[in-house]
């Protein structure tokens, strides 16, 4: 019987998958990963196509660009269908598309509530799931949290609950896939100030100054540095940065009642 020489066996590409690639931490992701690791091909997912091949055209890494709006169902199977035809090894999926609207109940329109649960959780769910097929050991997989997951925030209610999920979601998946030699982190980043957030946090709300104080921001490539380190190192939850560290500390101990109190008061001074 003949066996295939080596040359023949095609081996899959080493990939890396990253949404929320057009901009701030999704973008600083794709650099960090370009740089420091010897990928095939590079994945870039989001809406803004411009941005995407803007990107793309910098990188030494080939790469694939995904314009797609990640909150239709559409997307997922767009995704689903290019890893089926491709077969790749996913070394590092980074899951970094997400955004918030600030106000109460009564300030954002129900379909941007929707759209913030489609895309923080279930969208980061559903590209998490569709991948795990495809990684192996020493596959990495990191969630873009936020320290809201820690405690109920009025006034950003639906975000943080939806933070809550992609938290509570990750730490479960790092204990499922820990004995399979695949790191999965929920990255929970202090407010950052060099990324599009902020402002997309203030469009589509009645309430735009619900949250007056973003103080103490970090920048978006000491929470990538940060928290590939945690990721490395096997950590299930990664803070990066002394901020969102105390910020867990307090929300663990802190009685939760107190600590909205506290935040109710903070963010109208
Ligand atoms: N900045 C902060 O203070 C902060 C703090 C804690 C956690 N985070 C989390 O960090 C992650 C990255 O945010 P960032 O700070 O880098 O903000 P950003 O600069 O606004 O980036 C958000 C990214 O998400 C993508 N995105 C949004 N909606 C999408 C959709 N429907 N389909 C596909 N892509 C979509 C955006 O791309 P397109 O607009 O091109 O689609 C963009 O690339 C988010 O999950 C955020 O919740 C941010």
Same mark, same amino acid.
């Given at each position: 019987m003949m066996?295939?020489? %080596?040359?023949t066996? #095609?081996?899959p590409?080493?990939?890396a998958?990253v949404?929320?690639?057009?901009?701030?931490?999704?973008?600083?992701?794709?650099?960090y990963l370009?740089?420091?690791?010897?990928? @095939?091909?590079i994945?870039?997912?989001?809406?803004? #196509? @411009?941005?995407l091949?803007?990107?793309? @055209?910098?990188?030494s890494?080939?790469?694939?660009?995904?314009?797609?709006d990640?909150?239709d169902e559409?997307a997922?199977?767009v995704?689903?269908?290019?890893?089926?035809?491709?077969?790749?090894f996913?070394?590092f999926l980074i %899951?970094a598309?997400g955004f918030?609207k600030?106000?109460s109940? #009564?300030?954002i329109?129900l379909k941007?509530?929707?759209?913030?649960?489609?895309v923080?959780?279930?969208?980061?769910? @559903?590209?998490?799931q569709?991948?795990?097929?495809?990684?192996k050991?020493?596959?990495?997989i990191?969630?873009?949290?936020s320290?809201a997951?820690?405690q109920?925030?009025?006034?950003?209610?639906v975000y943080a609950a939806?933070?809550?999920?992609?938290t509570s979601?990750?730490?479960?998946?790092?204990?499922?896939?820990?004995?399979k030699?695949?790191k999965?982190t929920?990255?929970?980043p202090y407010?950052?100030?060099d990324?599009?957030f902020i402002?997309?946090?203030?469009?589509?709300?009645a309430?735009?100054d619900?949250i007056?104080?973003?103080?103490?921001?970090?920048?978006a #490539?000491k929470v990538?540095?940060?928290?590939?380190?945690? %990721?490395?190192?096997g950590?299930g939850?990664?803070?990066p940065?002394?901020?969102s560290?105390?910020?867990?500390?307090?929300?663990?101990?802190?009685?939760?009642?107190?600590?909205?109190a506290?935040?109710?008061g903070?963010?109208?001074?």
């Amino acid at each position: 019987m003949m066996t295939p020489s %080596n040359d023949t066996i #095609k081996q899959p590409k080493s990939i890396a998958i990253v949404t929320g690639a057009s901009s701030g931490l999704g973008q600083e992701y794709v650099k960090y990963l370009c740089e420091k690791f010897p990928l @095939d091909e590079i994945w870039l997912a989001a809406r803004r #196509k @411009d941005r995407l091949y803007a990107l793309a @055209d910098t990188l030494s890494v080939p790469s694939k660009v995904f314009p797609l709006d990640l909150a239709d169902e559409k997307a997922i199977e767009v995704l689903s269908l290019a890893l089926e035809k491709e077969q790749p090894f996913i070394q590092f999926l980074i %899951n970094a598309a997400g955004f918030g609207k600030m106000g109460s109940y #009564k300030d954002i329109p129900l379909k941007e509530l929707d759209h913030m649960v489609l895309v923080n959780c279930k969208a980061m769910m @559903d590209i998490t799931q569709i991948c795990i097929p495809y990684t192996k050991k020493g596959s990495r997989i990191l969630e873009i949290s936020s320290v809201a997951s820690f405690q109920p925030l009025p006034g950003f209610n639906v975000y943080a609950a939806s933070k809550a999920f992609v938290t509570s979601y990750s730490r479960a998946l790092h204990w499922e896939l820990f004995l399979k030699g695949i790191k999965v982190t929920g990255v929970c980043p202090y407010w950052i100030r060099d990324t599009e957030f902020i402002e997309t946090t203030k469009s589509g709300t009645a309430r735009p100054d619900a949250i007056r104080h973003f103080m103490l921001g970090t920048t978006a #490539k000491k929470v990538v540095r940060n928290s590939m380190f945690q %990721n490395k190192i096997g950590l299930g939850i990664a803070t990066p940065g002394i901020i969102s560290t105390l910020y867990r500390l307090g929300a663990k101990f802190v009685p939760h009642e107190i600590a909205i109190a506290a935040w109710e008061g903070l963010r109208r001074l």
